[in-house]
């Protein structure tokens, strides 16, 4: 049953394409204001860059905190020459970083990473980590291990914590990552949405490769992916939308 006195929150996860559309057109401010419509408490960002010439030498994270008057905490997964690329956690709530570091892949293949964060919510930690994982089966099976290991999920300051984990896994809901994934958390659009639902491309989607992965602690209470003609043009993907709510801790016996 839903605990109607508990407070409801909300997360939206994006790949946001470096805020280029399909128009090609490059608008920061066009991301920022589709985030803005939904009103959410914490904003998981991925394929954000900083001083990229393609997107107009921007700092694109802090351009955006301060369009969505949050704070954020921003990982670049690659560095060439001055510019970065990679993932970021913005939010109005109290937050600090518990980690943010590359997930193993091939020394050939691009370098992938996470956002570890933990956000107060009204006095419950709710650790958020967000990622972007790699293009190759091989590399998602790398990544998912180490997130699903000691050094993320498995790590005591995440595992005693409400966890949730976002972002764009590059994994459909049958491949063998997304599923290592559920061993430890569910699927928050299994509980709460219509599974079916697709993210990518945004124009015409065919597959879910976006997702949110909740604990036992995180009540999902509905997720939808915002389908309008604004947000298929703002990136190549869909964004995901889930309304949760913390689950008291259990009290301990004395």
């Known amino acids: 049953m839903l605990d109607t006195s508990a407070r409801t929150y909300r997360l939206l996860s994006w790949n946001v394409h470096h805020c280029v559309g399909i128009d090609r057109k490059h608008s920061v401010e066009r991301v920022a204001a589709e985030?803005?419509?939904?009103?959410p408490d914490v904003v998981a960002l991925q394929e954000l860059e900083v001083n990229h010439r393609r997107s107009k030498r921007i700092h694109q994270p802090h351009r955006l905190a301060e369009l969505l008057d949050m704070d954020y905490h921003y990982h670049p997964a690659r560095i060439h020459r001055d510019a970065g690329f990679g993932n970021a956690v913005f939010t109005r709530h109290r937050m600090k970083e518990v980690q943010t570091a590359h997930l193993p892949t091939y020394r050939f293949l691009q370098k992938r990473g996470a956002v570890w964060m933990s956000v107060d919510l009204d006095g419950h930690a709710v650790q958020i980590i967000n990622t972007h994982?790699?293009?190759?089966?091989?590399e998602r099976m790398m990544q998912a291990r180490a997130l699903c290991g000691?050094?993320?999920l498995d790590h005591p300051e995440c595992r005693e914590n409400p966890r949730i984990v976002c972002g764009d896994f590059n994994a459909t809901p049958w491949s063998r990552a997304y599923k290592l994934l559920e061993t430890t958390l569910s699927d928050a659009m299994k509980l709460a949405g219509d599974p079916k639902m697709r993210t990518w491309p945004s124009m015409l989607p065919v597959v879910r490769y976006d997702h949110v992965f909740v604990c036992d602690g995180i009540r999902a209470r509905r997720v939808e992916v915002p389908r309008t003609l604004r947000t298929r043009m703002?990136?190549?993907?869909?964004p995901v939308l889930m309304d949760f709510q913390v689950r008291p801790r259990a009290k301990k016996s004395t």
Do not use: E, N, P
């Open 35 to 39: 985030i803005q419509k939904h009103d």
């Open 133 to 138: 994982f790699g293009l190759l089966h091989q």
């Open 150 to 152: 000691d050094g993320w």
């Open 234 to 238: 703002a990136s190549d993907h869909l």
